[in-house]
């Protein structure tokens, strides 16, 4: 199975601050890399799918890059709405697996 | 506005069994493939099965030959029928829909999720 691994665990950070989740496959996976977020109490909401293609609806202030092995997931200027845990999500192979999540405090 | 409706969840003893629906509204159901994903707070997110629009059918090691995805598209309801009950599959079971993207699976939006609970 494709491991995927986090970075960092957990992150504090303000409202207005530009931040960055990297998260690394153990093999390489090109482009098939999908970003989530999971506010409390609710099921998980795709924003970025395909590494870089930002989900319909989603704000701008989204982005992801990467390929290969190696992905980013930037939030450009953090709103009150974004504080809670991003999941990546490979989907190269089956069993598409989750990182571990990276929880973004306040 | 799509919406996927899950139910089904309890408790349920180990070696028992239940059955999830997910109740889908809002798109062409028969068109995307779907997926169910199950959240417990050691493991996290772990995908467990899909189902392509074509009647395609993958599932994780981990609930192969115990677990049966299918979906009833005059009905616009994706099940998973779930035997032979473990303790480690307690956890809060989603479904959710395929983007659609050709070549590039993800999953968008989910439901609410329906807590399966397996205990003596």
């Known amino acids: 199975d494709i491991e995927l691994t986090q970075s960092p665990s957990s992150l504090s950070a303000s409202v207005g601050d530009r931040v960055t989740i990297t998260c690394r496959a153990s093999q390489s996976i090109s482009n098939h890399l999908n970003w989530y977020h999971q506010r409390p109490g609710k099921a998980p909401k795709l924003l970025i799918y395909?590494?870089?293609n930002l989900q319909s609806g989603v704000p701008s202030r989204f982005s992801g890059s990467g390929s290969g092995t190696d992905f980013t997931l930037t939030i450009s200027s953090l709103q009150p709405e974004d504080f809670a845990i991003y999941y990546c999500?490979?989907?190269?192979?089956?069993?598409?697996?989750f990182g571990q999540g990276t929880n973004l405090e306040i | 506005e799509v919406q996927l409706l899950e139910s089904g969840g309890g408790l349920v003893q180990p070696g028992g069994s239940l059955r999830l629906s997910c109740a889908a509204s809002?798109?062409?159901?028969?068109?995307?493939?779907m997926t169910w994903v199950r959240q417990t707070p050691g493991k996290g997110l772990e995908w467990i099965s899909r189902l392509s629009h074509r009647g395609g059918t993958y599932y994780a090691d981990s609930v192969k030959g115990r677990f049966t995805i299918s979906r009833d598209n005059s009905k616009n309801t994706l099940y998973l029928q779930m035997n032979s009950l473990r303790v480690e599959d307690t956890a809060l079971y989603y479904c959710?829909?395929?983007?659609?993207?050709?070549?590039?699976?993800?999953?968008?939006?989910w439901g609410q999720g329906t807590l399966v609970t397996v205990s003596s």
């Open positions: 959710a829909k395929d983007t659609g993207v050709r070549g590039f699976p993800a999953f968008d939006p």
């Open positions: 999500q490979q989907s190269y192979d089956i069993p598409y697996t």
């Open positions: 809002g798109f062409a159901f028969s068109d995307y493939a």
């Open positions: 395909a590494a870089s």
